[in-house]
T-cell receptor, first 114, second 115 residues
Framework: KNQVEQSPQSLIILEGKNCTLQ??????????LRWYKQDTGRGPVSLTIMTFSENTKSNGRYTATLDADTKQSSLHITASQLSDSASYICVVSGNSNSGYALNFGKGTSLLVTP | KAGVTQTPRYLIKTRGQQVTLSCSPISGHRSVSWYQQTPGQGLQFLFEYFSETQRNKGNFPGRFSGRQFSNSRSEMNVSTLELGDSALYLC??????????????FGPGTRLTVT
C-alpha cells in the first residue's frame, strides 16, 4: 500500500527561527512530490513540485529536498514569519493501473510565535 | 485570471438529505479533482474528472458521485447524508490530469455540516 508519512505532526517555533519538516513515502513507482501550504479555512497552495531527477527546489524562504533513493523529502523554512503558521502537506504522485494517483500525507501543523 | 471557485462556501444539511456542490476551474483547465478534508483523516481523494470523463476514483461509498460538464465545471453530489460526511470539500483544477507535473490549484472549499 502506498503511504506518505509526515513528521512531526505539529511544531511550535519562535519567529525568525528555521525549521525542517519531514516526509517519508513508500509510493512506487514514483512520479513527483509536492509540498503544499494550507492556511486555516483555505485551500492548499502549492509550494514546490519535484520530479525524480530534482533533489532541491526553492520558493523564496521555502526549500524542498528530495532523496528518491531513500524515499525521503524535507521542507526547510528559513527565518520563519508569523504568516508561516499553517499546515504543510506532502503529496506524492505515483503511477497506478488507472494512471496517476496522488497519495497525501496528513500534514504538519506549524505555529510560529512572536 | 480568476482562480478556482466553489459554491456554496458553507452549507448545513440534515442527515438523510442530499447535497450538490459546484466547482468552476481556472479557465482552460480540463482536470477537476475533488477531495474531502477532515481533522482526523487529512485530505482524502474522492474522484477526478478530465474532459468530462471520470478517470480516477477514491475509496468512498457510492453515495458520493460527480460529473463534469463540457465547460469543465464540475459538480459533486452526496446522497443520504451521514454525520460523518461533515467536512471541508475541496476541488482542484489543473491543465492536465493530477499526478502529472502540472500545477494543481485548489479552491477555497465548501464547509459542509451535517446535523
Amino acid at each position: 500500500k502506498n503511504q506518505v508519512e509526515q513528521s512531526p505532526q505539529s511544531l511550535i517555533i519562535l519567529e525568525g527561527k528555521n525549521c525542517t519538516l519531514q516526509c517519508n513515502y513508500t509510493v512506487s513507482p514514483f512520479s513527483n512530490l509536492r509540498w503544499y501550504k494550507q492556511d486555516t479555512g483555505r485551500g492548499p497552495v502549492s509550494l514546490t513540485i519535484m520530479t525524480f531527477s530534482e533533489n532541491t527546489k526553492s520558493n523564496g524562504r521555502y526549500t524542498a529536498t528530495l532523496d528518491a533513493d531513500t524515499k525521503q523529502s524535507s521542507l526547510h523554512i528559513t527565518a520563519s514569519q508569523l504568516s508561516d503558521s499553517a499546515s504543510y502537506i506532502c503529496v506524492v504522485s505515483g503511477n497506478s493501473n488507472s494512471g496517476y494517483a496522488l497519495n497525501f500525507g496528513k500534514g504538519t501543523s506549524l505555529l510560529v510565535t512572536p | 485570471k480568476a482562480g478556482v471557485t466553489q459554491t456554496p462556501r458553507y452549507l448545513i444539511k440534515t442527515r438523510g438529505q442530499q447535497v450538490t456542490l459546484s466547482c468552476s476551474p481556472i479557465s482552460g483547465h480540463r482536470s477537476v479533482s475533488w477531495y474531502q478534508q477532515t481533522p482526523g483523516q487529512g485530505l482524502q481523494f474522492l474522484f477526478e474528472y478530465f474532459s468530462e470523463t471520470q478517470r480516477n476514483k477514491g475509496n468512498f461509498p457510492g453515495r458520493f458521485s460527480g460529473r463534469q460538464f463540457s465547460n469543465s465545471r464540475s459538480e459533486m453530489n452526496v446522497s443520504t447524508l451521514e454525520l460523518g460526511d461533515s467536512a471541508l470539500y475541496l476541488c482542484a483544477s489543473s491543465l492536465e490530469p493530477s499526478g502529472s507535473s502540472y500545477e494543481q490549484y485548489f479552491g477555497p472549499g465548501t464547509r459542509l455540516t451535517v446535523t
